[in-house]
Nanobody, 124 residues
Framework: QEPLVESGGGLVQAGGSLRLSCAAS????????MGWFRQGPGKEREFVAA????????DYTDSVKGRFSISRDNIKNTVYLQMNSLKPEDTAVYYC?????????????????WGQGTQVTVSP
């Protein structure tokens, strides 16, 4: 198994920044893509960002492009989500996940291990 532990969530005012971290245990982290998803109140889980195994390729949902940045450190087995210019509509529980393969994955079914989630709340 690849247990994942997210951290870095919290309460921030609109326009502020947060950096989420997701630490993985186990030896296969660097062979897999990683992703961030979120689930807002009363909403379905949605894709936020993905990064391939090497960190050389990333992609984002349109609503966060230019504001969020995903990165990874394969030595520390950690993936990050830097969130800038936060908006109230970014309020959600954020989940990281390990992809089943090397490349970018956009669907939840493409990920096989999930973290427990970290709450991000953006006040107006």
């Amino acid at each position: 198994q690849e247990p994942l532990v997210e951290s870095g969530g919290g309460l921030v005012q609109a326009g502020g920044s947060l950096r989420l971290s997701c630490a993985a245990s186990g030896g296969t982290f660097s062979r897999h893509s990683m992703g961030w998803f979120r689930q807002g109140p009363g909403k379905e889980r949605e894709f936020v960002a993905a990064i391939n195994w090497s960190g050389g390729s990333t992609d984002y949902t349109d609503s966060v492009k230019g504001r969020f940045s995903i990165s990874r450190d394969n030595i520390k087995n950690t993936v990050y989500l830097q969130m800038n210019s936060l908006k109230p509509e970014d309020t959600a529980v954020y989940y990281c996940a390990i992809g089943a393969g090397y490349g970018l994955e956009y669907r939840g079914s493409g990920y096989h291990y999930w973290g427990q989630g970290t709450q991000v709340t953006v006040s107006p």
